[in-house]
DNA sequence: CGCAATCCATACGGTAGCGTATGGAAGAAT
DNA sequence: ATTCTTCCATACGCTACCGTATGGATTGCG
């Protein structure tokens, strides 16, 4: 009667999709191989080649993962604190830019680099970033900002996150918090 | 007498290395394959080999090169044009924000992805990275703005550039223009 | 119990790429 | 002219991977 999911010990698609994106973010889309993943599974990839067609399969079945769940955290994110723009703008920075959330912000950059060859990367990365700048500039709008102006903010704040997680990910200077503070009211006031 | 290099027809580490830097921009690091390479310079690898010890030499030869060109650039723009630090804040987004320079937009990308995982790359971004941002600083800071201020602009103008160069390339909004000119204001005055 | 579907192991052929070994061509040195 | 150095071609073995084919094990179901 094919039942959803009663009680599954054996790997579905999705033990395989996780495993991808955990290589994703070691070793950038190139790390992803099936054999390679089979061992890190303990399994062989007979059990691969059952659950997906090939190879891409599994690459487009990582790209919808991920984009889903990153629109569904703006969504989330967008219901929860109507009302707080202001501080939220101020934790977004927070949580992206420390070296919390390491590994997302890992899976970040390789999509990103992913999308530079992969015309379906490139569309699932637009996809994201158009959620997540609307999400902002909705955000300031809330504040009494004109449109222009808030998209502006809205855009200078997620550059500047992620081309933050660029940056070697290592300090370049003492005072990097009171840079950060600096920045973050640069942005948001 | 092993004179440095009067005419030469032949390849040298340079045509080498000016290919991988290519392919780096097409297709990452993971791209750099020598008999790809030898391909596409109409050669056979047993010319690499003479060249280079293996493959990871020349990615760190890669490295250099790209290092001291990037170095060689801050030092470059630092001679050119003291006391006009504020067009140059302008310049310094016009040209790495547009599609202009795309292919050299494409390698500090490919470099940065490469930085995740190698030690050598990771140092030499850093080093780019810090260079830039201290090119920055003293530019605010010859504007006479305070230390920590002009250390916030200076990597808040440089996160930006790179994180836009990260979103997906494309438009997000008919208003791009007007969009980056205030963002551009926003971070120079 | 017997049967069928589900899920995985094993084995195979094929390509791409690394690094080595060795020979050959072309110019420089003597 | 012979020899030596420089630079590249060819051929080889080896590993990592992809995708397929096929058989075996387990489980739900009649």
Redesign the pocket.
């Given at each position: 009667?094919?039942?959803p999911e009663?009680?599954?010990?054996?790997?579905?698609r999705a033990a395989w999709i996780k495993a991808a994106l955990d290589i994703l973010a070691e070793k950038g889309v190139d790390g992803?191989?099936?054999?390679?993943?089979?061992?890190r599974l303990?399994?062989?990839?007979?059990?691969?080649?059952?659950?997906f067609?090939?190879?891409?399969d599994l690459l487009d079945a990582v790209l919808e993962t991920w984009k889903e769940g990153r629109i569904r955290d703006i969504q989330k994110q967008t219901r929860a604190a109507p009302g707080e723009e202001l501080p939220r703008a101020y934790h977004v920075i927070e949580v992206y830019s420390a070296n919390r959330n390491r590994k997302g912000m890992m899976i970040e950059i390789a999509m990103r680099d992913w999308a530079r060859r992969d015309a379906a990367a490139a569309a699932v990365v637009e996809a994201v970033d158009a959620a997540r700048l609307e999400f902002g500039r909705r955000g300031f709008e809330a504040r009494g900002m004109p449109p222009l102006e808030s998209s502006s903010r809205s855009l200078l704040l997620y550059a500047y996150v992620f081309g933050l997680s660029l940056m070697s990910c290592g300090k370049f200077d003492a005072d990097m918090d009171e840079m950060k503070r600096w920045i973050a009211d640069r942005i948001a006031n």
């Open positions: 009667m094919a039942k009663p009680n599954r010990q054996q790997l579905d992803i191989r099936v054999e390679v993943l089979a061992k303990k399994v062989t990839k007979g059990s691969f080649y059952w659950h067609k090939d190879r891409r």
